[in-house]
Structure formats: C-alpha cells, structure tokens
C-alpha cells in the first residue's frame, strides 16, 4: 500500500510539474509576441504615403560667431542680434501650418525655437541628438589655435575623434562658458550617426507634416551631405548662415529632396 500511495505521489508531482513547465513556456512565448509587436510599432518601419516637410533651422547669432569661436557644446547664449533674428524668424514662419517644433538642447537653439513655438502655440521638445559638434578640449577656440595635424586629422579622416576633456583656457578670447567644464569630442562619423538618425526617425514619427527644427550649423552641413550623397568630410561645401531655413522634403519613395521654400 506504501508503495503504491509513493507511485501515486510521484506521478501527480510529474504531471504537476509537466503543467507548469508547459504554463511558462505559454506564458514566454506570450511575451515575446507582445514585445514583437511592440518593437515593429516603434520601429517607424511604416511607409509614409505623403510627402514630410523637415525645416532644419539653424540658431541665430551669438557673440562666439561674432568672433569666430568653436562654439561646439558650450552653452552660449543669443546676442542681441540673435535674439532679433529668432524674432524675424518667427514672424516669417508665421502664416505657415507648423505641426511640431524641436530643439537642441542649447540654449541659442532652444531659444530660437521658442521664438517660434509662441507663434503657433505649440511646445518645444527637446532632442539630444540634435546638439552641434562635439570638439571636446578645443570648445571656444578659433580654428587656428588647433594644432594642425589634429585639426586636418579631423577634417579629412572621418574616425578621427576630438580629444574630450576640460578646455584650457590660458589662450582663450571667451573662457567663460567653458571653465572647468568637461567636453566630449567626437569624429564626424559619430556626429553624422545621431544627427541623422535623429532627422529621420522625428520625419518618420511626423509623417505628411511640416516640423521644424532648430539646431546647429554643423549638423545642418551633415545632413546636407546625407541627402547629396557625399562624403562627410564634404561638409564645409555647405554654407549655412544663422537663422536660416534649409527645408528637406522626405518623399514616399524614400529619396530626400533639398527644397527653396515650404
């Protein structure tokens, strides 16, 4: 009778324990359908019918363009005359159907952008990968105060990054907004990655609308590369002055098209 109350015993636990392995395995397999479907949803992989309007607008002037600094990530502020272009800017856009505004996250972008937020009653999203050109230890140089073989090293080979650090400021016109402050440098390749990525993927998540967005000149150099098809290191063949419009229409088919106007 022992013996046989212990092989009931047994075969309930197996069969129990049949159950619940075959419970979680269901239960798994749940999940990962769900956390499929939930990444096919995110991935903007859906093709947009309409053509996307990206108004990349580049800040208005600050007092390092004025003096020909690298302004990189320091957070320098609109001057007076950037200040009066973000406003022109705003005026001009005025009379034109704005869905959504973006920003870098510094302050001469964001201000530019809510400039023209207020206008449309509209708020700014920030987006981190909007932000200029990271130069690390060379933030608020002029060019010529680089050394030449990094600066041609970083102008002509497009892995070659920017040292990071904290700046010297012993030679600098404007240490102001860089004292004591860490900066990351970055190779062009890496600034054309999350620039682009982050163009397209907002044009993506907007699809038949007219966004705008306001960033650095430098970004704005990259993208046009991007939509040339050159190499970036091609950049500096772009002029982009501040507070101006660069209007890429991303079409059906995929191809990205500079326009004059919107």
Request: aromatic letters at 6%; one cysteine or more.
């Amino acid at each position: 009778m022992k013996k046989q109350n212990l092989k009931n015993i047994v075969c309930i636990a197996v069969i129990a324990f049949s159950l619940m392995i075959s419970g979680a395995v269901a239960f798994s397999e749940q999940i990962a359908v769900t956390s499929s479907g939930d990444q096919t949803q995110d991935s903007g992989s859906l093709k947009c019918s309409v053509p996307t309007k990206m108004v990349l607008v580049r800040h208005g002037q600050t007092s390092w363009n004025v003096l020909g600094l690298l302004q990189g990530n320091a957070d320098v502020p609109l001057d007076a005359t950037g200040i009066v272009q973000a406003q022109n800017l705003s005026e001009n856009i005025s009379g034109k159907t704005v869905h959504a505004v973006y920003s870098s996250p510094l302050s001469r972008a964001y201000d530019t952008a809510q400039a023209i937020a207020n206008v449309h009653q509209l708020p700014v999203k920030v987006r981190g990968n909007l932000r200029e050109i990271g130069v690390g230890i060379y933030t608020g140089y002029r060019a010529s105060q680089i050394p030449s073989e990094v600066r041609i090293s970083w102008t002509t080979n497009p892995e070659f990054a920017m040292p990071s650090g904290i700046p010297d400021t012993t030679n600098l016109v404007d240490p102001s907004y860089v004292e004591n402050i860490y900066f990351e440098g970055e190779s062009l390749n890496m600034v054309s990655d999350r620039t682009w990525h982050g163009i397209t993927n907002l044009a993506k998540q907007h699809c038949g609308e007219n966004v705008v967005t306001v960033t650095h000149g430098g970004v704005i150099q990259i993208a046009l590369t991007h939509v040339y098809g050159l190499p970036v290191t091609n950049r500096t063949s772009f002029t982009v002055p501040t507070a101006s419009q660069t209007v890429l229409e991303f079409k059906p088919d995929n191809s990205v098209v500079v326009q004059p106007n919107w």
